[in-house]
Every structure is written in structure tokens, then in C-alpha cells.
């Protein structure tokens, strides 16, 4: 289990396939309307609020879901959410979201796993966007999109083909950006190439 904490409203939980299954739970089926999901969302919460002071108690909470490629899932959980009417007045409310579209990210350790993980993807045939961060010690987070981006011209049916880069796990800690996520980044991490990061390691 990780537990990262954004700001005071948002904070984000990574949990493992193992994590989920001992408390006889997968990342496709949580369901706040049962006790076991609820139970062990709010044991989440009481060590999330033991470690990082994060207060789910007073407060609506909104949990999305993102399941990873391992059988696990990130849970992203915002304090004081609006909810939609359909949600009536329930105090917590669970969404399941899928990966797609979205910007992916892998923490390397050293320079050397970045510069190989960027040659991988350029073998790969990679074209879209990408940006760099330095982030503690010799860290470096590398953000970049799973759709290959093709020219304006061509009908729009053959625009954003998704590729699969999961090889980049290989190099690092991989997961999914959202815009909590990203927002996190961009306060705790130096941005050291904001765009084309790839194309301009690999020169």
C-alpha cells in the first residue's frame, strides 16, 4: 500500500491485487453499497489519516477508481465532492474509471533507467506528448500519453490510436496521471523539460 497525500481535500491510495484479495475484494467490483467495501475503504482512511493527517471524517467523499495492470487499483479520493443528483444523499460515492486517455507516468530511480526506458519508447515508435521531473533524490517522473497522435488531416475514425507501453514497468513505478495527480507533480517536483521530453534525450 502507498499512500500520497495531495492537499487537504485530495489524496491518493495505491493498493496491490494481493492488498485487495486478502480482504476478498478485486479492483472491477468495489461497491460502496457493501459492507466489506465500505469497511475497508474507511480502514484505509484511518491509516491514511495516521500518516499523512488526512481527515476524511468531516466531510462527502468521492472515491474514483483506476484499476492497474496488475490486479490492483489507485483510489483518488476527494473531500467535500459535489455529487450529481442520482447520488441522492449518500455521504460517499464510488466511480469506476477506465485507463484510457490518459496520461501515464513512470518514476525511474537513476538517469540510466530514464535514458533506457526513453530509447524503448522511441524504438517503440512513441510520437506523442511527453515531460520530464526531477523528483526526490535521483528520481526522475517521466509523463507521457498512451494514444499516438496523428495528423489533423485524417479522419478523425483513425485519431488517437492506443498503444501499450506497459513495458515502461520495467524501468520504473508506473501509474496513471489524473489531473489531482498532476496537479501534484507540478507543486512537489521540478519540471525539467515541459515538452518533447523523449525526442530530446534521445537527441
Not at 467523499?61 to 459535489?82: H, M, Q, Y
Not at 477506465?98 to 535514458?115: R, S
Request: aromatic share 12%; hydrophobic share 35%.
Amino acid at each position: 500500500m502507498d499512500i500520497t497525500y495531495i492537499n487537504s481535500k485530495n489524496i491518493k491510495i495505491s493498493i496491490s491485487r494481493e492488498e485487495l484479495y486478502e480482504n476478498g475484494l478485486d479492483a472491477e467490483s468495489l461497491d460502496y453499497t457493501k459492507t466489506r467495501t465500505k469497511r475497508f475503504i474507511w480502514e484505509l482512511l484511518d491509516i491514511a489519516y495516521i500518516k499523512t493527517g488526512f481527515n476524511a471524517g468531516n466531510g462527502r467523499l468521492f472515491v474514483r477508481v483506476f484499476p492497474s495492470a496488475d490486479g490492483g487499483c489507485e483510489l483518488f479520493i476527494t473531500k467535500n465532492a459535489d455529487f450529481s443528483e442520482k447520488d441522492g444523499k449518500s455521504d460517499t460515492c464510488i466511480a469506476q474509471t477506465e485507463n484510457e486517455n490518459e496520461d501515464l507516468a513512470c518514476v525511474t530511480d537513476d538517469a540510466d533507467k530514464l535514458y533506457m526506458l526513453c530509447g524503448r519508447l522511441k524504438t517503440a515508435g512513441f510520437c506523442g506528448d511527453s515531460s520530464l521531473y526531477s523528483g526526490t533524490g535521483d528520481s526522475f517522473i517521466l509523463v507521457f500519453n498512451s494514444q499516438r497522435k496523428l495528423p489533423s488531416y485524417i479522419n478523425k475514425k483513425f485519431c488517437g490510436e492506443k498503444k501499450d507501453y506497459s513495458f515502461a514497468a520495467d524501468y520504473g513505478k508506473m501509474f496513471t496521471v489524473t489531473p489531482e495527480m498532476k496537479a501534484y507533480i507540478c507543486e512537489h517536483c521540478h519540471l525539467v523539460c515541459a515538452e518533447c521530453a523523449v525526442e530530446k534525450i534521445m537527441g
